[in-house]
């Protein structure tokens, strides 16, 4: 046989092993999901110039002082030059954006992708068709207007809203890249109750969970696919549950949703004090079984209801403790790092609370995946606050629902939707669609809307306390079922002489002993009575006898567009600096609950002299002694009143005839056991600095951007805090790749000075030095 002959047979054989092959799928493309927030080039005016600036994301249009009564309002622009992986012809290109404010304009290589309008939530920009066909340089040209727009919720008026809109593409943004074939992002799909992955357990028990997993695909390609899903629940890497379904064509250029029921054998359920969570794994085959795209979050599994008794979780009935709170920081407004998000959700969480109201409109992704991560409930808000306009802000008050449902419906926290614009003169019509909007989108019995306005619409009536009239407030509020949970409580009514609406009117009505409003600097006497209003708002609220939980008004400090000092009726200051009503709150969860819970005492006095000779003992034990300079005061149990007479764990009050310089200390006991202790000391004169940062179950790292507060603490000689002292402190960085913001140097209020330290990736070590005339110098090690 010659050799040509041989050639030709060995062709042969390999034209018929190819043909008898299964063919390659040219669509398989792992999905890939990139930080799209380096290197970005930034400028603001109506018209863009080479006065371009780098900046990374997340980002604020204009830095703002402490106090921000003139908020920088305007157009601003963003530039980004990349280069897209373009080798195969078959990858589909998004950006997806977590939040620009509040209007945003996008074109890819001088084109025109998409128009977005609204702060607070998502969208995707489909680059696919607008990128270079090769591996060239892209240009992602974003304009961000940050002006008045009645049309966009909230609508108001920056200058008469009750908080801030702070400009810039102020949360995360992504390059996600995925073949022709791929699961769709909920919405952006803009599919009632579908698009992505959705995830829903209608009978949760300890022995099993039932549901529905449904998945929407999308094929962008020239041929018709057959596909099948698999579905995975893993926890602790291993599989708990593994479905699928059967497999199904889904023609060129259209789309196909999967519903696959599903029950998870002996479920690690979900709450509070045990947030359980699950990897979700969902992948598209072929007929090969290979992978087409796939998708992983976490999840949980949680069953809830509520009955004439109340509210329950997992069959249990509990009564729901929460706090509000606002996104905002100091300086930077909404451009939180992911980890300052955690932050937030940690301390509300240490605090004592189990839930949060995240006033009034959509929080980031990040502070939602913490609130699963730690166990807080979350009542999830559209933006909306004292503003109604029929038309188009309507039309995207109800878009705004559908988006809010799709980002958040898989999230195991969110157990109520507040489908209602806070606080605004809603129309019976923007009701009845609000709710039919969310219960198209989320047509399960265990789904809970949430409205100010007692409407047989909303499953829950949340108003504010002082939307009713002292002494009792809601107390006696009986519609039957129908439960209410009082939204905001605490400050309102200790604020103005009447419980109205109109809070602009009343900006300057303060009254020192009445107000909940008060500032870490105002002293021990007004941080005592901020303490014991939410106290006494407390106390009440838990005698309702259709009340099934409250949230204070609220968990941290924050600007307001119409008024020109800070908000301060926040348990923490606007550096999250606890003041005394911090730790009554924090007394009030049992010991041992969870892992954030353990027992607890805190002495609310400074014990200076002008300190009160009246002093009150924080502690969720059942005896407290307190000690003056080691001679023992007097041992007790805990006291009731009219302010604590139904409180789990009311304060103590110790009566000191008089001042006397020294050390106060509080020893706590359960069934005559030792279990916590505090000491305060009286401070000699200012000596030294003590540094620190805000850590919170998030320590800094060099590999990640972050945002955190540095806390310079002004102590004597021996440590103590001089909560008189005003010094000066000046921050220093050490390193690159970090920045202070905000003002430096900064005096301290009361004892404590603190700025806003900007990190950046780095492989470099970053330290930062506080110094003060007068005051002995200190440098920290962050890495």
């Not at 002082?466 to 309102?492: M, S, T, V």
Request: hydrophobic share 35%; net charge negative; with cysteine.
């Amino acid at each position: 046989m010659n050799l040509i002959y041989r050639l030709y047979l060995l062709f042969s054989v390999f034209i018929f092993l190819s043909s008898c092959s299964p063919k390659a799928d040219n669509n398989l493309v792992e999905r890939a999901k990139v930080n799209f927030g380096s290197d970005w080039l930034f400028q603001k005016g109506d018209t863009v110039n080479s006065g371009w600036q780098a900046v990374t994301l997340p980002h604020t249009s204009n830095i703002e002082p402490l106090v921000v009564n003139n908020q920088w309002q305007g157009v601003s622009w963003y530039k980004k030059t990349f280069t897209a992986n373009n080798e195969k012809k078959n990858l589909k290109h998004f950006l997806y954006f977590e939040g620009i404010m509040q209007e945003a304009q996008v074109w890819c290589n001088g084109e025109k992708v998409t128009i977005h309008k609204g702060g607070y939530l998502p969208f995707t920009a489909d680059i696919t068709n607008f990128i270079s066909p090769d591996n060239h340089d892209n240009e992602i040209l974003i304009k961000v207007v940050n002006t008045d727009n009645s049309k966009i919720p909230p609508g108001k008026e920056l200058k008469v809203l009750d908080f801030n809109l702070y400009g810039g593409i102020y949360r995360n943004a992504y390059l996600i890249t995925t073949g022709q074939v791929y699961i769709t992002d909920a919405v952006h799909a803009n599919k009632k109750n579908g698009g992505g992955v959705l995830v829903h357990f209608n009978e949760v028990s300890d022995s099993s969970a039932t549901g529905i997993v449904k998945i929407h695909v999308q094929n962008d390609s020239e041929q018709k696919k057959n596909i099948k899903p698999l579905v995975e629940f893993v926890a602790d890497t291993i599989i708990k549950g593994e479905f699928s379904s059967k497999e199904i064509a889904v023609n060129a250029g259209s789309s196909i949703s999967f519903e696959i029921p599903v029950t998870i054998n002996s479920p690690d359920l979900w709450s509070p004090e045990t947030p359980n969570l699950y990897d979700l794994n969902v992948s598209i085959l072929n007929e090969e079984n290979e992978t087409l795209d796939n998708k992983s979050f976490k999840t949980g599994i949680r069953s809830m209801a509520i009955t004439e008794d109340g509210f329950y979780l997992n069959g249990k009935q509990r009564f729901i403790n929460g706090t509000n709170r606002h996104q905002e920081y100091p300086y930077v407004g909404y451009a939180l790092s992911d980890k300052a998000q955690y932050r937030d959700a940690y301390k509300i969480k240490q605090a004592g609370f189990d839930f949060v109201r995240l006033s009034h409109y959509p929080h980031a992704e990040a502070f939602m995946d913490a609130c699963d991560e730690l166990g807080l409930m979350v009542m999830n808000c559209i933006p909306g606050w004292q503003y109604y306009e029929e038309g188009e802000f309507v039309e995207n008050s109800l878009q705004n629902i559908k988006d809010m449902a799709r980002r958040d419906r898989n999230h195991p926290s969110v157990i109520f939707w507040e489908n209602s614009l806070n606080e605004s003169e809603m129309t019976e019509e923007y009701m009845v669609k609000a709710n039919k909007v969310l219960k198209e989108e989320l047509p399960y019995d265990n789904i809970y809307s949430a409205g100010w306005i007692d409407h047989p619409s909303y499953d829950i009536f949340i108003p504010a306390r002082q939307h009713n009239k002292a002494p009792d407030y809601w107390n006696d509020y009986d519609k039957g079922a129908r439960k209410i949970l009082i939204a905001e409580y605490g400050d309102w009514e200790y604020y103005a002489h009447n419980a109205g609406f109109n809070q602009k009117e009343f900006k300057d009505l303060k009254e020192d002993e009445r107000t909940s409003r008060q500032l870490r600097g105002f002293g021990e006497k007004r941080l005592l009575q901020q303490a014991l209003n939410f106290q006494e708002a407390f106390n009440s609220n838990i005698k309702g006898k259709n009340t099934i939980g409250h949230a204070n008004w609220l968990m941290f400090d924050y600007n307001r567009g119409y008024a020109n000092d800070i908000e301060s009726s926040g348990i923490s200051d606007i550096f999250r600096i606890p003041k005394f009503s911090y730790y009554f709150y924090k007394s009030q969860k049992p010991p041992y609950q969870d892992n954030f819970t353990g027992p607890m005492v805190y002495i609310a006095n400074y014990w200076q002299k002008d300190s009160s000779g009246k002093v009150v003992v924080y502690s969720n034990t059942d005896t407290v002694e307190l000690y003056l300079n080691d001679n023992i005061v007097e041992r007790k149990k805990a006291g009731r009143d009219r302010f604590s007479d139904s409180l789990k764990f009311p304060p103590f009050t110790f009566n000191l005839p008089e001042y006397k310089k020294g050390s106060l200390r509080a020893v706590a006991y359960i069934d005559n056991k030792k279990v916590a202790e505090h000491l305060v000391t009286t401070p000699g004169q200012s000596a030294r600095i003590a540094l620190s940062y805000d850590e919170s179950g998030k320590p800094l790292k060099k590999s990640e951007n972050d945002v955190v507060f540095l806390y310079a603490k002004v102590t004597d000689e021996y440590g103590n805090i001089v909560h008189s002292a005003d010094n000066e402190i000046k921050f220093e960085v050490i390193g690159e790749n970090a920045q202070i913001i905000g003002e430096n140097p900064v005096k301290a209020e009361a004892g404590i000075a603190t700025v806003l330290l900007k990190t950046n990736s780095t492989d470099k070590s970053l330290s930062v030095k506080a110094t003060s005339p007068d005051l002995e110098e200190i440098s920290l090690e962050l890495y």
